[in-house]
């Protein structure tokens, strides 16, 4: 199993709302990466945990918090945003966060605030 | 730090044709990494193909292939008897080898290229 899986696939709340982003793998990497991405720009960095530990925060806006509950989980949860926080969100995993390994990317859940 | 210039935002190339696909990079360093990445409309992100700055051999993955030129610090990605489902934004991507303070997981992306393969 190479997937990495991405829930919802779409999402659209209120700038008063609450929400979270699911991102689940079981190829049994440690590196787990939340992306930003606007239409027809690649992938902004927002977070890195490492062995289920916040290894790198881009100087993300703290209206957005991430979570690894477990090796094979990683949660974004999502709190009074502003609609230029619209965008995909991909999630990606990774073996080994000290080598060169590939990065798989999911899906991604399209987020639009209104 | 490392910035990737890809020069090229749109290709166009006919179906069973060939297209090389531009990529420049900008680094201190002497060991690194370099990925061709591709994004299908709506659909999922996957790596093409990589290379390691030490190996001098250029990699090759079936149809895809790069010509690695470290001195030039150039990476293009040939993409050889073009099919429809070649469509895809291609995004070269540079990763460092001895990144300190967790920096070793960024990818530095460009900015892309969108190709279109016409039938």
């Known amino acids: 199993d190479t997937e990495v899986t991405q829930t919802p696939k779409h999402l659209v709340m209120g700038m008063t709302n609450k929400k979270s982003l699911k991102c689940e793998q079981h190829?049994?990497?440690?590196?787990m990466y939340w992306y930003k991405q606007k239409a027809k720009k690649p992938p902004e960095l927002m977070f890195v945990y490492s062995y289920e530990k916040l290894s790198i925060n881009e100087s993300v806006p703290s209206r957005f918090s991430p979570e690894c509950p477990n090796s094979s989980l990683l949660n974004l949860h999502l709190h009074a945003l502003q609609p230029e926080d619209s965008a995909l969100y991909l999630c990606?995993?990774?073996?080994?966060?000290?080598?060169?390994?590939?990065?798989?990317f999911g899906p991604g859940t399209r987020l639009t605030v209104t | 730090a490392q910035t990737v210039t890809q020069s090229q935002p749109e290709m166009s190339v006919q179906e069973a044709e060939t297209v090389t696909l531009s990529c420049t990079y900008d680094t201190s360093e002497s060991d690194y990494y370099l990925f061709w990445y591709k994004q299908p409309p709506s659909r999922q992100m996957i790596l093409v193909i990589r290379?390691?700055?030490?190996?001098?051999q250029n990699a090759t993955e079936n149809r895809f292939s790069v010509n690695f030129q470290k001195a030039a610090k150039s990476f293009s990605l040939k993409i050889s008897d073009s099919q429809l489902g070649d469509a895809a934004m291609y995004f070269c991507a540079y990763r460092t080898v001895l990144g300190s303070g967790g920096s070793n997981y960024k990818l530095t992306f460009g900015k892309g290229t969108l190709l279109t393969v016409n039938p």
């Open positions: 990606a995993s990774s073996q080994d966060p000290f080598t060169s390994d590939e990065q798989y």
């Open positions: 190829m049994g990497h440690r590196a």
């Open positions: 290379q390691e700055a030490y190996k001098q």
